[in-house]
C-alpha cells in the first residue's frame, strides 16, 4: 500500500491544476515533505509575512495530501482562542475519538480529560504530549500516512503550543507530515525544535502581474501596474486592493488617489503598528507619505523644529520605517503602510499637512499648485488657475492622463461657472483627442454645459464635439462645421490658448484627410493665412503640405519635417511625435520614427494616451508594409483594432482594416482582400469619407494586378484617381500601379500623362522610394521598347533594398520587358530576384507571374521553401553575378549579359567573396552549391 501511495505521488505533478501563480518552487517542496513523509515522519514550518500566501499553501497542501491518500488533520490558531486552554488540541483530537478510545486507559483518559469528554483533571504537560504521540502514532500508518496541517502556528494557545512543540520532536518516529506556518517574527511552539523551515517570498512582479490581471482582467494597464508597484509581491494584497476602487479607477477614467485606500482585511495587517505610534510620529509619518520624496530635511522644516528625526524613532523601533543610509532619505519598508498612515488620519490633519508642505515649493512650482489644491476647501480661483497652467505643463511632458486630471480638479475649484465650464469642456477635448475613451467626452460635456452654458459654443467644446463625431461615427461633414464656425468665432483666432487652437486645427486636418475632398481643404488653409506666420504649432504647415497634398506641396517643407523627425528621440509628448510620424507617411519618412513610435505603443499599453497609440500602431504597420516586413503588420493591427473596439474608435479602425487588406491582396488571399475593400466603401460612402474609398480601390487594384488583371485594376484606380492629377495624398501610394495598369491595358496616353506630372510635380526628389518608382513607372510606360537605362537608374537607387516588394515589381517588369525583347538571358537575373523576394514576403500572386515568366525564358525556377530556408548571405546581384563567374565568365562578359559595368560586377564579387567564405573566383562553384541546398532546404 505504501508504494502505491508513493507512486501515486510520483506520478503527481505537484503544480498541476493548482490557481497558485508564481508558486512552483513552494509546491514543490509541500510535495517533497509528503513524499518523504510515508517512510519516515517530517516537518516543515512556513513563515512570511501576513498575506504572503502561506494559508493558501497549507490549503493546497492538504487537498494534495488527501488525494494522495493522507489522512488530513487541521490546526488553526486564532487571537479569540489564545486564551482558551487546549482549544489547538481539541481541533486536533476531535476528529481522533475513535482512535483515542483504543488507547491504553491512562493515556485515553488523559486525552478525555484535555478534551472535557471526563471529569478528570489533565496531568502535566508531558503524559499529554506522550499521549497526544500515541495517537498520532497510531492512526500515521504506512498504509494511510498522517498529515498534520497547522496554520497560525503562533496564535495557538499556550498549552497546545507546549505540547504540540514536544510532539513535533518525535514526527520522525512516525509516517507524519507536519506542516505548519507562522508569520516571520513570530514564536511559535516550534521555535528551537530545529524543525526545518522555508520562508514564503513575496511574488515577483511577473507573478504578481499574472496573478491580477488573471483576477481583475477588466483593469487598465497603467492601474495593474501601480497596484503591483503598491503590493510589493503580497498576494493578499493584489487581491484586495482592487476591490478598494471604483469602477472609474479600475478602468482609468477616474482618478486614482495618491495613496491607495486599503481594504478591511488589509487595514487589519497594516494598521496595528501604525495605530501604536505616539500621535506626533504618525503626523510626521502623514508629512513623509504626502510630500513623497523622502527628504528628511523638508520634514525637520515642515515640523518647524530641527529635532524631526527622534519623532521617527518609535516607528523605525517598529519596522515601519528606516533611512537608508546611502541616500539618507526616509523608506517606508512596505508601500501599503502609507496607506495606513493615510486611512488613520483624519481630514483637517491631510488638509493641515498639504498645506504646511505647499510653503516648502516655491510660487510657481508644480508641487506647490498640488499641495494647494489638495489643502483646498472650496472653491479658489487662484489654486485653479495654477492647476490650470500645470495640466498643460503635464501634457508637454507627454502625461496626457495627469493633464486631464488636472483640469478636472482645476474645474472643481472653479469660483466661476465660466471657469468651470471652459476647463470641464478643455478636459473633455483631451480625452477626445488623446487618452482614447470617447464614453466620458459626452458627461464631460454636459457638466460644462451645466455649469455654464455658453461653455458648449466654445473652441475645446467644439473640438471635444468634433473628434466625437469623427471618431466614433465618421460624420466628418458635421465635424468640420463645428470646427470651422467655432474658430470663426474664436474672435480674432486668439480668445483660446495656443493649446486649444492647435488642437482645434489639428482635428480639423484630420477631417480633411479623411474626407478625401481636396476642397474641404481650404477651411484649413483659409485658418492658417490668416494666423501666418504665427501659427500657434509649427507642425501644423508641416502636416498641411506633407500630409494633405504631397505631391504639390511637400517639397518645400522636407527639410523642416526631417528636422521635426530627427529630434523625435527627444521629443515627451506622445501627440507630437504622432503629428509628426503622420506628417512623414507619404514622403517616406516613417523609418526614422520608429522608435518613437514604439514608445508612444508602450506608453498606451500603460493605460496612457491610447488614440495615439492606436496611430502610432498603424503607422508603424504602414512602415513594415513598405519595408517588407509583412509578418509584424498582422501584430500590429490586430492590436490597434482591439483598442479601437474597446474604446468606440469606429473611424480609427478603418486605416488598420485597410492594412490587413492590402495585406491579403499582396498574398492572394482574395476573398478577404475583397471582404475588407467592400466594407471599407459601405461604411465610408454614407459618411462622405472619400479617403476609404480610396484605400478599397488600392486594395483592389492590387488584388488585380496580382492576377495580371490590368484593365481591372486600371477601372479600380480611375474611380479615384485621373490620369495627369496627383490630388489625394493618396495618389503616391498609387503611382506605379496606375502606370502599370494603364500601360498594359492600352491606355498609353493616360500613362504619359500620369507620368509627365510625376516629372513636372518633381515627386523624384520626395524620396529615394518614389524616386526609384518614379523612374521604375517611366520605363514601364512605353510597351514598345525595353528603357535600360531608366531600370537600371531605378534599380540602382541607393539603399533600393529597403523596399523590397516595390523593388522586386521592377525587377518583374524589366525581366518580362527583355524576355519579349528576346534577351532570356538578361531577363533571368531579374526575374529570379524578382522571385526570391516574392517568395521571401508570401506574395504568392506575384510569385506565380515570376515564375511564370522565368520558364518563358527556359529556365526552371529552384525549388524553396519559404517558411524555412535559411535566407542567402548575397543579394541577388551578388548570387547572379557569383553564378557567372564560376563559370568562367570573365568580368566584361558578365557585365555584357548582365547590362551592368565592369566596375560594378566588380563591387559584386568584392561583397560575395568574405559572405562565401572564399578568396577567388576558384572557390565560387563549390561554396555556391553548398549554400544553395542550405537556402533550398
Known amino acids: 500500500m505504501s508504494d502505491k501511495l508513493t507512486g501515486a505521488l510520483s506520478a503527481m505533478d505537484p503544480c498541476a491544476a493548482v490557481s497558485?501563480?508564481?508558486?512552483?518552487?513552494?509546491?514543490?517542496?509541500?510535495?517533497?515533505?509528503?513524499?518523504?513523509?510515508?517512510?519516515?515522519?517530517?516537518?516543515?514550518?512556513?513563515?512570511?509575512?501576513?498575506?504572503?500566501?502561506?494559508?493558501?499553501?497549507?490549503?493546497?497542501?492538504?487537498?494534495?495530501?488527501?488525494?494522495?491518500?493522507?489522512?488530513?488533520?487541521?490546526?488553526?490558531?486564532?487571537?479569540?482562542?489564545?486564551?482558551?486552554?487546549?482549544?489547538?488540541?481539541?481541533?486536533?483530537?476531535?476528529?481522533?475519538?475513535?482512535?483515542?478510545?483504543?488507547?491504553?486507559?491512562?493515556?485515553?483518559?488523559?486525552?478525555?480529560?484535555?478534551?472535557?469528554?471526563?471529569?478528570?483533571?489533565?496531568?502535566?504537560?508531558?503524559?499529554?504530549?506522550?499521549?497526544?504521540?500515541?495517537?498520532?502514532?497510531?492512526?500515521?500508518?504506512?498504509?494511510?500516512?498522517?498529515?498534520?496541517?497547522?496554520?497560525?502556528?503562533?496564535?495557538?494557545?499556550?498549552?497546545?503550543?507546549?505540547?504540540?512543540?514536544?510532539?513535533?520532536?518525535?514526527?520522525?518516529?512516525?509516517?507524519?507530515?507536519?506542516?505548519?506556518?507562522?508569520?516571520?517574527?513570530?514564536?511559535?511552539?516550534?521555535?528551537?525544535?530545529?524543525?526545518?523551515?522555508?520562508?514564503?517570498?513575496?511574488?515577483?512582479?511577473?507573478?504578481?502581474?499574472?496573478?491580477?490581471?488573471?483576477?481583475?482582467?477588466?483593469?487598465?494597464?497603467?492601474?495593474?501596474?501601480?497596484?503591483?508597484?503598491?503590493?510589493?509581491?503580497?498576494?493578499?494584497?493584489?487581491?484586495?486592493?482592487?476591490?478598494?476602487?471604483?469602477?472609474?479607477?479600475?478602468?482609468?477614467?477616474?482618478?486614482?488617489?495618491?495613496?491607495?485606500?486599503?481594504?478591511?482585511?488589509?487595514?487589519?495587517?497594516?494598521?496595528?503598528?501604525?495605530?501604536?505610534?505616539?500621535?506626533?510620529?504618525?503626523?510626521?509619518?502623514?508629512?513623509?507619505?504626502?510630500?513623497?520624496?523622502?527628504?528628511?530635511?523638508?520634514?525637520?522644516r515642515a515640523m518647524a523644529t530641527p529635532e524631526a528625526r527622534p519623532g521617527l524613532c518609535p516607528a523605525e523601533r517598529g519596522g515601519l520605517v528606516q533611512v537608508d543610509v546611502e541616500t539618507g532619505k526616509l523608506v517606508f519598508r512596505h508601500p501599503l503602510t502609507r496607506s495606513a498612515v493615510m486611512e488613520l488620519s483624519t481630514s483637517a490633519e491631510r488638509r493641515w499637512a498639504h498645506q504646511v508642505l505647499a510653503e516648502e515649493f516655491p510660487a510657481g512650482s508644480d508641487r506647490r499648485a498640488l499641495h494647494l489644491a489638495d489643502a483646498a476647501v472650496g472653491p479658489d480661483e487662484h489654486v485653479a488657475v495654477l492647476l490650470h497652467d500645470l495640466a498643460y505643463d503635464t501634457l508637454r511632458r507627454g502625461d496626457a492622463v495627469g493633464a486631464i486630471n488636472a483640469l478636472l480638479r482645476?474645474?472643481?475649484?472653479?469660483?466661476?461657472?465660466?471657469?468651470?465650464?471652459?476647463?470641464?469642456?478643455?478636459?473633455?477635448?483631451?480625452?477626445?483627442?488623446?487618452?482614447?475613451?470617447?464614453?466620458?467626452?459626452?458627461?464631460?460635456?454636459?457638466?460644462?454645459?451645466?455649469?455654464?452654458?455658453?461653455?458648449?459654443?466654445?473652441?475645446?467644446?467644439?473640438?471635444?464635439?468634433?473628434?466625437?463625431?469623427?471618431?466614433?461615427?465618421?460624420?466628418?461633414?458635421?465635424?468640420?462645421?463645428?470646427?470651422?464656425?467655432?474658430?470663426?468665432?474664436?474672435?480674432?483666432?486668439?480668445?483660446?490658448?495656443?493649446?486649444?487652437?492647435?488642437?482645434?486645427?489639428?482635428?480639423?486636418?484630420?477631417?480633411?484627410?479623411?474626407?478625401?475632398?481636396?476642397?474641404?481643404?481650404?477651411?484649413?488653409?483659409?485658418?492658417?493665412?490668416?494666423?501666418h506666420p504665427h501659427a500657434p504649432d509649427p507642425q501644423l504647415p508641416v502636416m498641411r503640405a506633407a500630409l494633405g497634398d504631397p505631391a504639390h506641396l511637400a517639397l518645400p517643407v522636407l527639410p523642416r519635417l526631417d528636422e521635426l523627425t530627427s529630434d523625435l528621440h527627444r521629443e515627451t509628448d506622445p501627440t507630437r511625435i504622432v503629428r509628426t510620424s503622420a506628417a512623414g507617411a507619404y514622403v517616406d519618412r516613417l523609418p526614422g520614427s520608429r522608435s518613437s513610435l514604439r514608445r508612444v505603443v508602450d506608453d498606451g499599453r500603460g493605460g496612457g494616451a491610447v488614440t495615439l497609440a492606436i496611430e502610432a500602431l498603424f503607422l508603424l504597420a504602414n512602415d513594415a508594409y513598405a519595408t517588407g516586413q509583412w509578418d509584424d503588420i498582422t501584430a500590429l493591427t490586430d492590436e490597434g483594432l482591439g483598442w479601437c473596439t474597446t474604446y468606440n474608435y469606429r473611424l480609427q479602425a478603418w486605416p488598420g482594416r485597410f492594412l490587413q487588406g492590402l495585406l491579403a491582396a499582396a498574398r492572394g488571399d482574395d476573398e478577404t482582400a475583397r471582404t475588407v475593400a467592400n466594407t471599407l466603401v459601405s461604411w465610408g460612402n454614407p459618411r462622405g469619407l472619400g479617403i476609404l474609398r480610396t484605400y478599397s480601390a488600392h486594395v483592389k487594384a492590387l488584388s488585380a494586378l496580382g492576377d495580371a488583371d490590368f484593365g481591372m485594376a486600371y477601372y479600380h484606380l480611375t474611380s479615384v484617381t485621373e490620369a495627369g492629377r496627383l490630388t489625394s495624398p493618396h495618389d503616391l501610394w498609387l503611382l506605379w500601379d496606375f502606370v502599370e495598369a494603364a500601360a498594359h491595358s492600352g491606355h498609353h496616353a493616360e500613362a504619359t500623362a500620369h507620368l509627365e506630372t510625376i516629372r513636372a510635380l518633381g515627386v523624384h526628389q520626395l524620396s529615394p522610394r518614389l524616386a526609384m518608382i518614379a523612374d521604375g513607372a517611366a520605363a514601364i510606360a512605353d510597351q514598345a521598347s525595353v528603357d535600360r537605362d531608366l531600370f537600371e537608374r531605378a534599380l540602382a537607387t541607393p539603399d533600393a533594398e529597403c523596399w523590397p516588394f516595390d523593388l522586386a515589381r521592377i525587377h518583374l517588369a524589366y525581366g518580362e520587358r527583355l524576355r519579349r525583347a528576346r534577351a532570356s538571358g538578361a531577363a533571368r537575373p531579374h526575374l529570379t530576384a524578382a522571385l526570391a523576394t516574392f517568395e521571401r514576403l508570401r506574395a504568392s500572386p506575384w510569385t506565380t507571374r515570376a515564375a511564370n515568366e522565368l520558364r518563358a525564358t527556359g529556365l526552371q525556377p529552384r525549388p524553396t521553401n519559404a517558411t524555412k530556408a535559411r535566407p542567402s548571405p548575397l543579394t541577388p546581384q551578388e548570387w547572379h553575378t557569383a553564378q557567372l563567374a564560376a563559370t568562367g565568365l570573365t568580368n566584361k562578359q558578365i557585365a555584357a549579359q548582365l547590362f551592368l559595368s565592369p566596375r560594378t560586377v566588380a563591387a559584386h564579387l568584392r561583397n560575395a567573396y568574405p559572405k562565401l567564405n572564399v578568396t577567388s573566383r576558384a572557390g565560387l562553384r563549390d561554396a555556391l552549391t553548398g549554400l544553395a541546398g542550405e537556402v533550398e532546404g
Open 20 to 300: 497558485l501563480v508564481g508558486r512552483s518552487a513552494e509546491l514543490r517542496v509541500v510535495h517533497s515533505l509528503l513524499a518523504t513523509a510515508i517512510d519516515r515522519g517530517s516537518g516543515l514550518m512556513l513563515t512570511g509575512a501576513a498575506g504572503v500566501g502561506k494559508t493558501a499553501l497549507l490549503d493546497v497542501a492538504a487537498q494534495r495530501a488527501a488525494e494522495a491518500g493522507f489522512r488530513v488533520l487541521r490546526v488553526t490558531g486564532s487571537q479569540f482562542d489564545r486564551t482558551v486552554s487546549f482549544a489547538g488540541l481539541h481541533q486536533m483530537l476531535q476528529p481522533l475519538s475513535e482512535e483515542i478510545a483504543a488507547l491504553p486507559t491512562h493515556q485515553a483518559a488523559t486525552l478525555q480529560a484535555v478534551l472535557g469528554l471526563s471529569e478528570g483533571q489533565p496531568v502535566e504537560f508531558i503524559a499529554i504530549a506522550s499521549a497526544v504521540h500515541a495517537v498520532l502514532s497510531q492512526t500515521a500508518t504506512r498504509a494511510r500516512p498522517l498529515a498534520l496541517i497547522v496554520d497560525d502556528a503562533a496564535w495557538l494557545d499556550r498549552p497546545s503550543a507546549m505540547v504540540l512543540g514536544i510532539v513535533s520532536r518525535y514526527v520522525r518516529t512516525g509516517s507524519i507530515a507536519l506542516l505548519a506556518a507562522s508569520r516571520t517574527g513570530d514564536e511559535s511552539f516550534l521555535s528551537g525544535t530545529g524543525m526545518a523551515t522555508h520562508e514564503i517570498r513575496p511574488l515577483d512582479d511577473t507573478a504578481a502581474t499574472a496573478l491580477v490581471a488573471e483576477r481583475f482582467p477588466a483593469l487598465a494597464p497603467r492601474v495593474r501596474r501601480r497596484l503591483v508597484a503598491e503590493a510589493r509581491g503580497n498576494p493578499l494584497a493584489l487581491l484586495e486592493l482592487p476591490s478598494t476602487l471604483d469602477k472609474p479607477q479600475q478602468t482609468e477614467r477616474g482618478t486614482l488617489p495618491a495613496v491607495l485606500p486599503l481594504s478591511d482585511r488589509l487595514k487589519r495587517i497594516y494598521c496595528e503598528g501604525v495605530s501604536a505610534l505616539p500621535a506626533g510620529t504618525r503626523r510626521l509619518l502623514l508629512l513623509a507619505v504626502l510630500d513623497g520624496s523622502g527628504d528628511l530635511r523638508t520634514l525637520r
Open 410 to 531: 482645476a474645474s472643481e475649484l472653479s469660483a466661476t461657472g465660466a471657469g468651470k465650464g471652459r476647463r470641464l469642456a478643455e478636459a473633455a477635448c483631451l480625452g477626445a483627442n488623446i487618452t482614447g475613451d470617447l464614453r466620458n467626452v459626452r458627461d464631460l460635456l454636459d457638466n460644462a454645459t451645466g455649469a455654464d452654458s455658453r461653455a458648449t459654443r466654445s473652441l475645446p467644446a467644439a473640438v471635444a464635439a468634433a473628434s466625437q463625431l469623427l471618431n466614433g461615427e465618421g460624420d466628418v461633414d458635421t465635424a468640420q462645421r463645428l470646427l470651422v464656425n467655432a474658430i470663426d468665432n474664436d474672435a480674432t483666432l486668439r480668445q483660446s490658448d495656443d493649446t486649444m487652437l492647435s488642437e482645434a486645427l489639428h482635428t480639423l486636418l484630420r477631417v480633411c484627410f479623411f474626407s478625401g475632398r481636396p476642397d474641404v481643404w481650404r477651411s484649413v488653409d483659409t485658418a492658417l493665412s490668416r494666423l
